[in-house]
Nanobody, 128 residues
Framework: QVHLVESGGGLIQPGGSLRLSCAASGFTSGTVNIGWFRQAPGKEREGVSCITDGDDRTSYRDSVKGRFTISRDNTKNTVYLQMDSLKPEDTAVYFC?????????????????????WGQGTQVIVSS
């Protein structure tokens, strides 16, 4: 059974940093691209960043480029989202999701529709 578990959220002051973790389990074959999404109160869920399985190609939404860094450690089955220079508008529930495919992909996608499995989310609040 597939599980995705996020951790690392919390309350942080503007300008601060947080590192979110997404621990994945239950995948026995194929490739697993991982995406991070967020949903702020009253807003739709949006793609933040993603990383491919194997060659670690990444993608970011424009508003987080240069501030967020996604990485993965396949020995721990974990994907990280390092968030620096946080802003109040980064406040949201952050979700990780898995795009499970039988073969390799050349890129990952920030669209939600390709993701098959989702974690329960972790809250990030950026406030002074």
């Amino acid at each position: 059974q597939v599980h995705l578990v996020e951790s690392g959220g919390g309350l942080i002051q503007p300008g601060g940093s947080l590192r979110l973790s997404c621990a994945a389990s239950g995948f026995t074959s194929g490739t697993v691209n991982i995406g991070w999404f967020r949903q702020a109160p009253g807003k739709e869920r949006e793609g933040v960043s993603c990383i491919t399985d194997g060659d670690d190609r990444t993608s970011y939404r424009d508003s987080v480029k240069g501030r967020f860094t996604i990485s993965r450690d396949n020995t721990k089955n974990t994907v990280y989202l390092q968030m620096d220079s946080l802003k109040p508008e980064d406040t949201a529930v952050y979700f990780c999701a898995a795009d499970h495919r039988p073969g390799r992909t050349t890129m990952c996608l920030l669209g939600q529709s390709v993701y098959d499995y989702w974690g329960q989310g972790t809250q990030v609040i950026v406030s002074s």
